[in-house]
């Protein structure tokens, strides 16, 4: 298996990072985004396996 210098859950966390920041840091919002966030994360690594 080939080693990545970044996983997909790297990438979710700094996706979720810059959507906060872009949203000025509205809790309400990126409450709502990372709960999104982790329903696609899970449902991709239960999928992967």
Do not use: N, P, T
Not at 21 to 39: D, G, I, S, T
Request: glycine share 4%; proline share 0%.
């Amino acid at each position: 298996m080939k080693s990545r210098a970044f996983a997909w859950e790297d990438v979710i966390l700094a996706v979720a990072a810059l959507s906060w920041l872009a949203a000025r840091a509205r809790m309400e919002l990126f409450h709502y985004f990372v709960q999104a966030v982790m329903a696609v994360a899970l449902i991709i690594g239960i999928r992967r396996g």
